[in-house]
């Protein structure tokens, strides 16, 4: 049901744009589950193989990343970014962990650092930034982008914080 509700959504967005807008359709499809640091999903990778598969119906290109660390995840965006001409949709779909600071969301790769407490910046450094990833499509030409962030609500950063705490917390 879920993912009929995003390819009828992705589909009123780009059957509706003119031929112009629309010159090619790709897709960068991310699922991660096999978190290094953080806790492990379950269901991420087969959520983005659904999306995956609903896309290419849809008539995207899709490019497809899994379980993948910052590294990998970077050189699969460069892939997408290679591809895009004028006008073209270029769209982005994450699932796994994510988290926002001050209004920003964050995708996190699998390789996501452990942290101290007053080491956030590590994570934040090692993430990827929601918007960045808008503004570096449009700087290649996109004509439409859209980004689908089917992230965790459960705080990884807490956790990490919380494994590396040197504080003892007390149950009564």
Request: one cysteine or more; charged letters at 20%.
């Amino acid at each position: 049901m879920r993912f009929s509700l995003i390819a009828a959504g992705i589909a009123a967005l780009v059957l509706g744009a003119s031929p112009a807008e629309a010159a090619k359709r790709l897709a960068l499809v991310i699922g991660n589950n096999a978190y290094e640091n953080v806790p492990k999903l379950m269901k991420a990778v087969n959520d983005a193989d659904a999306v995956a598969s609903e896309l290419s119906k849809l008539g995207f290109e899709v490019v497809k990343a899994e379980d993948v660390g910052r590294r990998a995840m970077s050189r699969a965006l460069v892939e997408l970014e290679g591809k895009i001409g004028a006008g073209d949709t270029a769209l982005i779909y994450f699932a796994g962990h994510g988290f926002a600071i001050d209004g920003t969301n964050y995708l996190l790769p699998v390789d996501v650092p452990i942290a101290n407490p007053g080491e956030e910046g590590l994570i934040r450094d090692a993430s990827f930034a929601a918007t960045g990833l808008s503004y570096r499509l449009q700087e290649k030409g996109a004509g439409t982008v859209i980004l689908i962030l089917d992230a965790c609500r459960d705080n990884p950063l807490a956790t990490i914080l919380a494994q590396n705490s040197r504080s003892l917390e007390i149950g009564r």
